[in-house]
């Protein structure tokens, strides 16, 4: 069997008495960046404590906006939307710096790293709408690959072992103008430096309507689905399609749908667990548990055995109520993974 990777979509919860709106400022004005590393650091921290192979660095920031806003800048382009590589920089890779030198000095390893991007039909979408401008969706490729490339340079205390882009609007969103070819294009240009890098690349789609599009995309090797929410989704997926284009998986093997999650615990005791918060903790102790995450890959790996590249959490924890619950889903999903490998 195959070694299957833990990783983590990269959303968090953020710590009592920090707010969104301080969040926001603090990377607009890189002024306080002391405490927003700190923020940035625990939670990465507690990620890498839970037992996360690969961990994302915690997403605070806007996942159009991060990127937008450095491909708007006129000073920051060679040309209209073409990003210049010294400014395509991912600020938490700064921040986690300080953690993975830590566990470096601790493990004698260097800390593996999933740095996660918004993908160019994404960020067209956002600025572009429906209208047809092949040769603009290119050049948003061309700056998504600059941010990782960029990444993967200048990393020091850590490796970028993978690379996921973010393409939750591909098979949802009617808008979109573009045809197979020219997506297919996009996110080959968009991951280059990723495969060139040797890194395993990987697509987040929020639905696997176009899955075999992306199993065409030379440089993309791991397909991810949110299989822990929608079971159905894996009906989609056919098993030949994957090995003919050496293509994997990546399952969500635990669920993240809070509201829906909240809504069967609420319904349990008659109340609303948001405003009655003592029974929240239900979710990971009752309802997303060791034994449910074990379940759910034992039944996965009897499909697509090692075809399952990677597990995890089906999306980020940023809605979850706090980050003690968050930490407690991440260590289940560990614990599930441990107890299916021993059950082999």
């Known amino acids: 069997m195959e070694e299957i990777i833990f990783d983590d979509i990269g959303s968090y919860p953020l710590p009592e008495g920090v707010s969104?709106?301080?969040?926001?400022?603090?990377?607009?004005?890189?002024?306080?960046?002391?405490?927003?590393?700190?923020?940035?650091?625990?939670?990465f921290q507690q990620k890498v404590d839970a037992g996360v192979d690969i961990p994302t660095y915690p997403q605070y920031q806007d996942m159009n906006e991060?990127?937008?806003?450095?491909?708007?800048d006129s000073n920051c382009c060679d040309s209209p939307f073409e990003v210049k590589l010294e400014c395509a920089?991912?600020?938490?890779l700064e921040a986690i710096e300080k953690v993975?030198?830590?566990?470096?000095?601790?493990?004698?390893?260097?800390?593996?790293?999933?740095v996660c991007v918004t993908g160019p039909t994404e960020l067209y979408l956002k600025e572009f709408g429906g209208t047809r401008y092949t040769d603009i969706y290119s050049l948003f490729a061309k700056s998504v690959n600059n941010f990782v490339r960029n990444s993967m340079r200048s990393a020091k205390n850590f490796k970028i072992a993978t690379v996921s882009i973010d393409e939750p609007s591909i098979g949802l969103n009617p808008e979109l103008a573009f045809?197979?070819?020219?997506?297919?294009?996009?996110?080959?240009s968009a991951s280059k430096a990723a495969s060139k890098w040797g890194a395993d690349v990987q697509i987040h789609l929020h639905s696997p309507l176009y899955y075999n599009l992306a199993c065409q995309v030379p440089t993309i090797n791991v397909i991810g689905v949110e299989s822990a929410g929608t079971p159905?989704?894996?009906?989609?997926?056919?098993?030949?399609?994957?090995?003919?284009?050496?293509?994997?998986?990546?399952?969500?093997i635990a669920r993240t749908d809070i509201y829906t999650l909240a809504g069967i615990i609420s319904e349990k005791y008659c109340t609303n667990v948001w405003k009655d918060q003592q029974y929240l903790p239900e979710i990971v102790s009752g309802l997303e548990t060791p034994a449910t995450i074990?379940?759910?890959?034992?039944?996965?790996?009897?499909?697509?055995?090692?075809?399952?590249?990677?597990?995890?959490?089906?999306?980020?924890?940023?809605?979850?109520?706090n980050q003690k619950i968050a930490f407690i889903l991440l260590s289940n999903v560990a614990q599930g993974i441990k107890d299916f490998r021993e059950s082999l």
Do not use: H, M
């Open 20 to 43: 969104k709106e301080w969040v926001q400022n603090a990377f607009k004005t890189r002024t306080e960046d002391e405490k927003l590393f700190t923020v940035i650091n625990d939670a």
């Open 232 to 252: 159905s989704y894996l009906e989609l997926i056919d098993k030949k399609t994957l090995e003919d284009t050496d293509s994997f998986l990546r399952l969500g």
């Open 100 to 114: 993975a030198k830590a566990y470096k000095e601790r493990v004698g390893e260097t800390l593996k790293v999933r």
């Open 89 to 92: 920089r991912i600020e938490e």
């Open 179 to 188: 045809d197979e070819n020219d997506i297919i294009s996009a996110l080959t």
């Open 294 to 321: 074990t379940k759910r890959l034992k039944v996965y790996y009897r499909r697509f055995g090692n075809l399952i590249k990677y597990v995890g959490p089906d999306c980020g924890l940023g809605s979850w109520p």
């Open 66 to 72: 991060q990127f937008l806003r450095i491909i708007r």
